[in-house]
């Protein structure tokens, strides 16, 4: 039973939206209402400055390094010998938590962030170098969307080249099909010229 208390509380972790929960206390502001209207770090950028969207970065990127580590514990209850699928497991909770929160109706964000604690966790170089590549794809178009998507699909080729377990490719692949999937407004938007840049905006 506890093995699967640890996954319950993944999902929840993943579940807390760090954004609308920092605009609405400390900016009496939901993001839901401005911007792109989403609750990411980079529409917190955009609405309430440059320290709220650092602060939603870390702490979605903690759900994830959390949802992974939680999964781990729950693992080592259950069967050390399949930790890593229970690794997966969690990470994989905390990002559908994200994506579907319950505290949201099971709506929420698109999962980049903490997507990116995951892989933090499952697999640091590759991670690193993906960040890496997203940094300068944004640095050179101003789309995080964008960065976001290229390092999505980026990901998976890397843990190929890096010969990572195949349960980890596998899950990959899976979290780069979701990024995408929760990208397609977006990538609708680039295509027709339409997408927001990353830029303060002011409150109307």
Not at 188 to 199: A, D, N
Request: glycine share 12%.
């Amino acid at each position: 039973m506890y093995p699967f208390v640890f996954l319950f509380a993944a999902y929840l972790i993943g579940s807390v939206p760090s954004g609308l929960i920092i605009g609405r206390v400390f900016y009496r502001t939901d993001l839901r209402e401005y911007g792109s209207k989403n609750i990411g770090a980079t529409n917190a950028y955009r609405v309430l400055g440059a320290f709220a969207g650092l602060v939603v970065l870390l702490m979605d990127t903690g759900k994830g390094l959390a949802g992974v580590w939680l999964g781990q514990t729950a693992g080592h209850l259950f069967s050390l010998h399949d930790t890593i699928y229970f690794m997966i497991l969690g990470g994989l909770l905390a990002l559908v938590g994200h994506s579907a929160s319950i505290f949201l109706k099971f709506k929420g964000g698109k999962g980049v962030a903490t997507g990116l604690g995951i892989m933090l966790y499952l697999a640091p170089w590759e991670t690193l170098i993906v960040f890496a590549v997203w940094c300068a794809v944004v640095a050179a178009t101003r789309f995080v969307s964008l960065g976001s998507v290229v390092a999505a699909v980026l990901m998976p080729i890397l843990m190929w080249v890096f010969d990572e377990p195949t349960a980890v490719l596998i899950f990959g692949i899976t979290a780069a099909v979701i990024v995408v999937i929760r990208h397609k407004d977006n990538i609708i938007r680039l295509l027709h010229g339409k997408e927001l840049k990353v830029k303060r905006l002011e409150k109307k």
